[in-house]
């Protein structure tokens, strides 16, 4: 009797301290999203995280984290306090005070913005937020995204056309598997469509960040986001655009690169390889280049960055078949398939266009990765006969030694391999 009263207790004591609880959505829960969740939930809040993917929904219910960034452990114990669940649920949205969007802006066929997932996530939850709350997009998206599409959107939505709520522009700049960078430490900038807006997304995360950026408009941040990932982007390219001509000098790239970095001063390293990939680097800038072409603005330094990181999969796919000279039908290897070291990923990596231009050119392709479940349809590295392999990924636990060791030839286009004996560098 006694512990069905300490039960009820418990219970009541826990419903009290969620009601009691800021209460914040975020629609999404990937690589951006549950961390989101994970740091709102530490911080005091109770979190509704909304995902349109019922599997993901039942295994972060469960427990299972699917993003690297979080442990389960991590998510169990926020699912233990009551701080945290999953949900497909839309409706679960009626009482937060902030909503936040963290979901896909990639690009369409045509490689132009493809916005159908913040049109989509905005819907999901439009009709259920209460004209008190703030929404807040965390997706990278072009200058002018939530006063052009998200407030006009969500207004037509709503029998009180969004009148009376708040919106701000807070882009996300995790980087996944950085452990000095995080969630805490990464400098935010937030700004509102107004004062009210920009005070309540300020104060949402400040609650978890320790360093808020307040800018003078949403376009102001939206516009800042773009410049950063360009700016890697266009830095990436000029590295790779040496690639051929320092091996024309029999120099190596990496080398200067290294040198280069020696100065103190004006100089940023940035490396040379198979191509950019993830979510931001091969994305954002076309994003912007959009966005310039809709006022008959070009940007044509920024168009040759992404010909020239576009590239680079078909040049050290040449460059693999110059070393292997394998015969045609023959297999070769993709080392590492995800677009970068540490995480499963492999959305928008080079290894795709790499695979794709071997495949083009006469050869049998196969992969390996120990952090990477499938990719697409080619056939996983076993004890096939290899005529030549090509490290895009520098993952651990890749068989480099083990293969260089047997006279495959291969090409290792990160630098990670370099004390490897018979191992050729991009
Ligand atoms: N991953 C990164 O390193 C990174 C870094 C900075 C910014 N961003 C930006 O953040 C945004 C999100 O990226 P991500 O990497 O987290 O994507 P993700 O694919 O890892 O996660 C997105 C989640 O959103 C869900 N989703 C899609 N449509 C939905 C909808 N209508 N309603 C609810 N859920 C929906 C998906 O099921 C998925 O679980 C993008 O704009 C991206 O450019 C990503």
């Not at 913005?113 to 049109?119: C, M, R, V, Y």
């Not at 407030?151 to 009148?163: F, K, Q, S």
């Not at 941040?221 to 051929?244: G, S, Y």
């Not at 394998?326 to 590492?336: D, H, M, N």
Request: net charge neutral; charged share 20%.
């Amino acid at each position: 009797m006694e512990w069905v009263y300490k039960c009820y207790i418990r219970f009541v004591y826990d419903i009290t301290l969620m009601e009691n609880r800021p209460k914040v959505a975020i629609v999404g829960q990937g690589y951006v999203g549950l961390p989101l969740a994970m740091a709102a939930a530490k911080s005091g809040w109770t979190v509704i995280g909304l995902d349109i993917d019922q599997r993901i929904v039942k295994q972060l219910n469960a427990g299972v984290s699917h993003v690297e960034d979080i442990s389960s452990l991590e998510l169990k114990r926020a699912l233990e306090g009551g701080n945290y669940m999953a949900s497909v649920k839309g409706s679960l949205a009626a009482d937060v005070s902030v909503c936040v969007i963290c979901v896909p802006t990639p690009l369409d066929s045509k490689r132009l913005p493809d916005t159908s997932f913040l049109e989509s996530a905005i819907k999901l939850v439009a009709t259920h937020l209460p004209s008190t709350c703030i929404l807040i997009s965390e997706s990278t998206s072009y200058p002018g995204t939530i006063r052009e599409f998200v407030i006009p959107l969500l207004a037509n939505l709503r029998e009180d056309r969004g009148i009376g709520m708040s919106f701000a522009s807070a882009p996300e700049r995790i980087d996944p598997r950085n452990e000095a960078w995080g969630m805490k430490n990464t400098p935010r900038l937030v700004s509102g469509i107004d004062s009210k807006s920009t005070q309540k997304a300020f104060d949402f995360y400040q609650s978890f960040c320790e360093n808020v950026i307040q800018v003078s408009k949403p376009e102001v941040a939206e516009m800042a986001k773009l410049l950063e990932n360009t700016f890697r982007q266009v830095n990436i390219a000029l590295v790779n655009q040496l690639v051929p001509l320092c091996k024309e000098l029999g120099i190596d790239i990496r080398e200067v690169v290294e040198a280069a970095g020696s100065k103190p001063y004006g100089y940023m390293k940035f490396f040379p390889g198979a191509g950019v990939g993830g979510h931001c680097i091969p994305i954002d800038p076309l994003y912007l280049l959009w966005k310039a072409r809709q006022l008959g603005i070009e940007l044509p330094f920024v168009k040759e960055a992404d010909e020239i990181n576009g590239a680079m999969p078909d040049y050290v796919g040449s460059r693999l078949i110059d070393l292997a000279k394998p015969v045609l039908g023959s297999f070769l290897a993709i080392l590492g398939v995800a677009y970068k070291s540490g995480i499963s990923d492999i959305r928008e990596s080079p290894a795709e266009d790499v695979a794709r231009f071997l495949k083009s050119q006469g050869f049998r392709v196969l992969w390996s990765d120990p952090l990477v479940k499938s990719f697409h349809d080619y056939q996983v590295l076993a004890d096939q006969k290899l005529a030549g392999a090509i490290v895009v990924t520098a993952q651990e636990g890749l068989a480099v030694a083990e293969l260089a060791k047997a006279g495959v030839p291969i090409l290792d286009c990160t630098g990670a391999f370099k004390a490897v004996k018979g191992v050729e560098q991009l």
